[in-house]
T-cell receptor
């Protein structure tokens, strides 16, 4: 129930196309859903995040779609560019017993944008 | 405002030696997380600390691994008697007062010969 399931494991998209990465969860107590981007040899960096009171959040070419009833959320990258090639992680946070939040991570999606 | 600083960036140890990885969180951040990442794999939570306290060490092996975050100075992840299976990238992250937004360092890559 604490898992976040991410798919696909890897994804190849043509330049200019739409990249879509999906995540699903079981625990309805999750209340914060961030996406992190990781380039090779670097640490993950927060890309965009959403809370369950909204169904969509857009920042530039990046959009999170959130379906509370289905317990799913996805990352859409519009007009994908070679510079978007990276590994993307979804995550969900749940309030811990001592009032601090902890993140549950998806397994990651390796995205390759072909020029 | 400097980001999360980790050192060393690369560390080579022989089996049986000790590895010490250091992490200085962002200014004003009192929460530190350590993660391990194997090549082509996701992040595995190890331990979550606040100043002078270990909050959650459920992801850390009970033997050979320890972590601390003293009142002064960086957080330290210590691996005693390293084995080849400890070879991985170890990432530190910090947050101001909740776990949702983590700021990661660039990692320390441990190679055990």
């Amino acid at each position: 129930q604490q898992q976040v399931k991410q798919s696909p494991q890897s994804l190849i998209v043509q330049k200019g196309g739409i990249s879509i990465i999906n995540c699903a969860y079981e625990n309805t107590a999750f209340d914060y859903f961030p996406w992190y981007q990781q380039f090779p040899g670097k640490g993950p960096a927060l890309l965009i995040a959403i809370r369950p009171d909204v169904s969509e959040k857009k920042e530039g070419r990046f959009t999170i779609s959130f379906n509370k009833s289905a317990k799913q959320f996805s990352l859409h990258i519009m007009d994908s560019q070679p510079g978007d090639s990276a590994t993307y992680f979804c995550a969900a946070s749940i309030k811990g017993g001592d009032s601090n939040y902890q993140l549950i991570w998806g397994a990651g999606t390796k995205l390759i944008i072909k020029p | 405002n400097a980001g999360v600083m980790q050192n060393p960036r690369h560390l080579v140890r022989r089996r049986g030696q000790e590895a010490r990885l250091r992490c200085s969180p962002m200014k004003g951040h009192s929460h530190v997380y350590w993660y391990r990442q194997l090549p082509e794999e996701g992040l595995k939570f190890m331990v979550y600390l606040q100043k002078e306290n270990i909050i959650d060490e459920s992801g850390m092996p009970k033997e050979r691994f320890s972590a601390e975050f003293p009142k002064e100075g960086p957080s330290i992840l210590r691996i005693q008697q390293v084995v080849r299976g400890d070879s991985a990238a170890y990432f530190c992250a910090s947050s101001p007062n909740y776990g949702g937004e983590l700021f990661f360092g660039e990692g320390s890559r441990l190679t055990v010969l």
